[in-house]
């Protein structure tokens, strides 16, 4: 696996990138060790500074995922079992933090340590690093496998473990080292070594918990390495080895963590090949290296090659009494692969199993669809209920894909469909499901209705586990959009998900961590293109997200009930900064953007006097903005809010205004004194433009407004806007938005604005 590729946050988002620090402390690195291979710079400097570099950045990821929220990435937990298991990936990453600073100190410490005590020094390094490695890693297993299947792991693993220790006893140097230290440098080795093999190819091994697993065997090498260097001079550029894994190790550790809190892991078969194959290999080419080299196996060699049967032995006889065991009559099934049999009567297919094996058992490659419903009750009945209710509704599903498909029943969760047919034949199946499993259900007495959401997606080559996970995606990108609908799945919807939910898992602590920032837009009159006022525009720079503009974090912050803080925040800044120029002599207005929420609450108008009062800013410098299609919905409130400002002295203004009949008819109700227009209206390009942008400046002369004509991007739509009547212009064509700086040396432009 390339370097640069194990640092990918979201395996399955496509054209992901490696982060531009994770780059700089490994080219940093690579620096480094070249400076120390060629002498300028000590060797145990060099481990120091890259140690020290690589775990600050590992333990500002982790730290930041450590003070996230309690709660899953798909909303709050609803009791206190899904409250701990959304609290295990917050304690992992306590855990590993401490792990990787525990690590960066270690390497920090042995250039101030005595040659005589780095040994020891390392070694406390190494062993408060193992635990703590080893209890983060507990936490973020998130599921355990059954005994049996635990017991298939461990002997599975045995064999080549105790092949990879004898493989590291044969090439380590001997001279003078002590058998047991020798063996035990070869144990750590080997068992380093067979973890990083079960990771590399484990069911889940592009998953988060592998990388963590990878990067912990990694470091912990690292620290072995260093532990085991002479105690004097004789170090020297041997320190050098440890360089690489001590980096690569604690980057992977903080990039796994990350990972594992994305809710879309990914997970391939496990494969067996190489750890039968490699280990032997290993030992081999070691004895073959002895051999060469004049020696012989000693006794310790022999005893770990004897080592090796015993696993072998007993996973074999395991296996052979577990196969008999399932096919002896009245012998108890597997629970981690049975899979109860349904009634002869009831329709159903049932289990978290039987859907994956139908999918697998289709032939290559397969055709038709997956749907993954989720039913969705609006009430919360009981679970003998709920149970009714899904027997329902795996019976309505029965009748509605009567042969064209299979149904199963996804335990209490919902129910899947696989269907043979194609595309457009399996989204008509879905919007017939929808429509059957709307109908109210009349069970024990009580009468519920459920809003399902019905995710699709076609079956192809992928492994039966990427196809569910693609169809519940599609499955959860429907309810977020209002459920009662089918969704298709595809890469770009998986992107969405994936970003909403790094959105949704960011944003809380955006204030506190100083994220946020405006910039300003200047607003111009259009006769003699001097600056009458400016706007106010919400940019969230987050470091892993980007720049965030308000068409993609509003929606976010309205759903996380947080709109409140933003606006805050937003009114106090701009108001700080409509003060800082008006010292200057000028006297402009600053148009502020506020959600419908926001206007309706109560404490709206008595906030926005405070503010004002705070920073002696005038009331008619300040310009409160609404949009248009939000307003209709709770009119009346927001008449009574407008109003309140007006009555003030502050300024009033509709945006996004669409010119559309009941646009019009409720215009005469709004307490306003701005109208800010978009280009479908204000364009002045053909004839068919011209008429309604003049019917909007009539209206407006007649009831005292004036026009702000926005998003004016090219200089025919400047020039068209001016002969409509508009008096004031906005848009790229005119001025840009900007921060307050640049923003304030335009104005040293017009030395006499002041409007």
């Given at each position: 696996m390339p370097v640069a590729s194990v640092f990918r946050t979201v395996p399955s988002r496509a054209g992901a990138r490696p982060l531009l620090p994770e780059i700089c402390v490994l080219a940093v690195a690579a620096v480094l060790v070249a400076l120390g291979a060629a002498g300028p710079v000590p060797a145990l400097a060099v481990v120091a500074l890259a140690g020290a570099a690589a775990s600050t950045l590992a333990g500002v990821r982790l730290s930041r995922l450590t003070l996230g929220p309690d709660s899953p990435a798909g909303g709050a937990p609803a009791g206190?079992?899904?409250?701990?298991?959304?609290?295990?990936?917050?304690?992992?990453?306590?855990?590993?933090?401490?792990?990787?600073?525990?690590?960066?100190?270690?390497?920090?410490?042995?250039?101030l340590a005595s040659a005589g005590y780095r040994p020891a020094a390392a070694s406390a390094g190494l062993a408060g690093t193992t635990a703590l490695l080893g209890g983060g890693?507990?936490?973020?297993?998130?599921?355990?496998?059954?005994?049996?299947?635990?017991?298939?792991?461990?002997?599975?693993?045995?064999?080549?473990?105790?092949?990879?220790?004898?493989?590291?006893?044969?090439?380590?140097?001997?001279?003078?080292?002590?058998?047991?230290?020798?063996?035990?440098?070869?144990?750590?080795?080997?068992?380093?070594?067979?973890?990083?093999?079960?990771?590399?190819?484990?069911?889940?091994?592009e998953g988060g918990t592998a990388r963590c697993r990878g990067g912990s065997a990694l470091t912990l090498f690292a620290l072995v390495l260093l532990a085991a260097l002479p105690a004097g001079p004789a170090a020297g550029r041997a320190a050098l080895l440890a360089v690489p894994p001590l980096v690569v190790g604690v980057l992977l550790v903080a990039a796994g963590v990350r990972q594992v809190t994305q809710p879309v892991p990914t997970r391939r078969a496990p494969m067996d090949w190489?750890?039968?194959?490699?280990?032997?290999?290993?030992?081999?080419?070691?004895?073959?290296?002895?051999?060469?080299?004049?020696?012989?196996?000693?006794?310790?060699?022999?005893?770990?090659?004897?080592?090796?049967?015993?696993?072998?032995?007993?996973?074999?006889?395991?296996?052979?009494?577990?196969?008999?065991?399932?096919?002896?009559?009245?012998?108890?099934?597997?629970?981690?692969?049975?899979?109860?049999?349904?009634?002869?009567?009831?329709?159903?297919?049932?289990?978290?199993?039987?859907?994956?094996?139908?999918?697998?058992?289709?032939?290559?490659?397969?055709?038709?669809?997956?749907?993954?419903?989720?039913?969705?009750?609006?009430?919360?009945?009981?679970?003998l209920v709920r149970d009714d209710v899904a027997a329902e509704a795996v019976r309505r599903a029965r009748a509605v894909a009567a042969h064209d498909g299979e149904v199963f029943d996804l335990a209490g969760t919902g129910l899947a469909v696989v269907s043979g047919?194609?595309?457009?034949?399996?989204?008509?199946?879905?919007?017939?499901?929808?429509?059957?499993?709307?109908?109210?259900?009349?069970?024990?007495?009580?009468?519920?209705?459920?809003?399902?959401?019905?995710?699709?997606?076609?079956?192809?080559?992928?492994?039966?586990?990427?196809?569910f996970r693609q169809a519940d995606l599609a499955r959860r990108r429907a309810a977020?959009?209002?459920r009662d609908r089918v969704e298709w799945y595809d890469a770009y919807l998986e992107e969405q998900l994936v970003r909403r939910l790094d959105l949704e898992r960011e944003l809380p602590g955006a204030v506190a961590r100083g994220e946020l920032d405006l910039v300003y837009q200047p607003v111009l009159g259009l006769a003699d293109r001097a600056p009458v006022g400016t706007e106010a525009l919400l940019r969230w720079r987050n470091p892993l997200l980007g720049t965030v503009f308000p068409a993609e974090l509003l929606p976010v912050a309205e759903d996380l009930d947080i709109v409140g803080e933003l606006g805050t925040w937003v009114l106090d800044r701009a108001c700080r900064q409509l003060a800082a120029w008006t010292v200057g002599g000028r006297r402009l207005w600053m148009a502020v953007n506020v959600t419908t929420r926001e206007l309706t609450s109560p404490d709206f108008v008595p906030r926005t006097?405070?503010?004002?009062?705070?920073?002696?800013?005038?009331?008619?410098?300040?310009?409160?903005?609404?949009?248009?299609?939000?307003?209709?919905?709770?009119?009346?409130?927001?008449?009574?809010?407008?109003?309140?400002?007006?009555?003030?002295?502050?300024?009033?203004?509709?945006?996004?205004?669409?010119?559309?009949?009941?646009?019009?008819?409720?215009?005469?109700?709004?307490?306003?004194d701005l109208l800010k227009v978009g280009p479908e209206v204000a364009m002045a390009g053909g004839d068919p433009h011209r008429p309604l942008l003049d019917v909007v400046v009539t209206v407006a002369e007649r009831l005292g407004l004036e026009v702000v004509a926005e998003e004016l991007e090219s200089a025919h739509q400047v020039s068209g806007a001016h002969r409509a009547g508009c008096r004031y212009g906005q848009g790229f064509e005119l001025a840009r938005p900007a921060t307050a700086e640049r923003v304030e040396a335009y104005f040293e432009e017009f030395p006499s604005t002041s409007r």
């Open positions: 206190r079992l899904a409250r701990r298991r959304a609290a295990r990936p917050r304690r992992a990453a306590a855990l590993l933090h401490a792990a990787v600073v525990t690590a960066g100190l270690t390497a920090a410490v042995l250039p890693l507990f936490y973020l297993h998130r599921s355990r496998p059954s005994v049996r299947g635990q017991l298939h792991r461990l002997l599975d693993l045995a064999a080549s473990g105790v092949c990879l220790v004898l493989t590291a006893w044969l090439l380590l140097p001997y001279a003078g080292v002590p058998v047991p230290v020798r063996l035990a440098v070869a144990a750590a080795l080997g068992l380093l070594a067979v973890d990083a093999l079960a990771v590399l190819t484990g069911a889940g091994r190489p750890r039968a194959v490699l280990p032997p290999v290993a030992v081999a080419l070691a004895v073959i290296h002895q051999l060469q080299a004049g020696l012989l196996p000693d006794r310790t060699a022999v005893l770990l090659a004897l080592a090796v049967v015993p696993p072998l032995v007993v996973r074999q006889l395991f296996g052979n009494a577990a196969a008999t065991s399932t096919n002896e009559p009245g012998a108890a099934p597997d629970p981690a692969s049975a899979v109860a049999p349904a009634p002869a009567d009831s329709g159903r297919s049932v289990g978290r199993a039987g859907l994956l094996r139908a999918l697998a058992a289709r032939p290559e490659p397969a055709c038709g669809a997956l749907l993954v419903v989720d039913l969705h009750l609006t009430e919360l009945p009981g679970r047919s194609g595309p457009v034949l399996a989204y008509a199946l879905g919007t017939r499901l929808l429509t059957a499993l709307s109908r109210p259900y009349e069970v024990s007495g009580a009468v519920l209705r459920s809003r399902p959401s019905i995710g699709l997606a076609e079956l192809g080559r992928g492994q039966p586990d990427d196809l977020q959009l209002g006097a405070a503010v004002l009062e705070a920073y002696g800013v005038g009331p008619d410098q300040l310009v409160v903005e609404v949009a248009e299609p939000k307003v209709a919905a709770e009119l009346p409130t927001v008449v009574a809010r407008l109003a309140g400002l007006r009555s003030m002295g502050i300024r009033t203004a509709l945006d996004d205004f669409r010119a559309e009949h009941a646009s019009l008819a409720q215009l005469r109700r709004l307490p306003i």
